[in-house]
């Protein structure tokens, strides 16, 4: 069973849409994430949700919003697509928050195209 | 801003060789540190992790040595093999900020057979 899993894995879209990405994991942690990761293979942080709610918001447009109907799931929406927003997002979860260092679990990545 | 870097883009090793990856950060207050694998089409996956308590620590065929001096990061892979062909990150927080980690830029490590 897989532990992060996010849904589609490749999106292609056109500029000016609305799409959304889906994240479940089953290992029961608190805390959830979304990562960038660009051309250059460059991670960066964009939002982290502990039992729902928001603890990260990274300088992210105000088009990203994310959602989070239990702790066991964190959505990704994009409103008004960008060119400069095609890059592979990454749903990830860990146990820690606050100062309990835990490790992050990725799931497989949402490879965005938009033309 | 936080900033964690690679010294070296990209790595080519002969299989059986030993390889070893570095990584700066800038950040004196990080007291985490994490090695990530990425292979093609995946997500990051967990190597080995290491607290600044510590300056070693070995799992299995990897080591992470941790000189929180020169805020330097190295991942060092026993004989290396072919499916060890990836791009690896380290990844540090620091416990005011919680979990939030920034991620190095990656190094490409390609192990020649």
């Known amino acids: 069973d897989t532990a992060v899993s996010q849904t589609p894995k490749y999106l292609v879209t056109q500029m000016g849409n609305d799409k959304s990405i889906k994240c479940e994991q089953n290992l029961g942690h608190d805390t959830m994430y979304w990562y960038k990761q660009d051309s250059k293979k460059f991670l960066k942080i964009m939002f982290s949700y502990n039992n729902k709610e928001l603890i990260i918001n990274e300088t992210v447009p105000n088009r990203f919003s994310p959602k989070s109907p239990d702790k066991a799931h964190l959505n990704l929406h994009i409103n008004s697509l960008e060119l400069g927003d095609s890059a592979v997002y990454f749903c990830?979860?860990?146990?820690?928050?606050?100062?309990?260092?835990?490790?992050?679990?990725f799931g497989n990545g949402t490879r965005l195209t938009v033309t | 801003g936080e900033s964690v870097g690679l010294h070296l883009p990209t790595l080519s090793v002969q299989e059986g060789d030993n390889s070893i990856i570095n990584c700066a950060y800038s950040n004196s207050a990080s007291d985490y540190f994490i090695w990530y694998k990425q292979e093609s089409g995946k997500g990051p996956q967990f190597i080995i992790d290491?607290?600044?308590?510590?300056d070693k620590r070995q799992g299995q065929r990897v080591t992470v040595l941790l000189n929180k001096t020169v805020k330097h990061l190295s991942l060092q892979i026993a004989a290396t093999q072919p499916g060890d062909s990836a791009v690896y990150f380290c990844?540090?927080?620091?416990?005011?900020?919680?979990?939030?980690?920034?991620f190095g830029t990656g190094t490409s490590l390609t192990v020649i057979p």
């Open positions: 290491i607290r600044s308590n510590m």
């Open positions: 990844a540090d927080a620091a416990t005011i900020t919680g979990n939030q980690f920034y």
């Open positions: 990830a979860s860990s146990r820690g928050q606050g100062g309990n260092h835990s490790p992050l679990h």
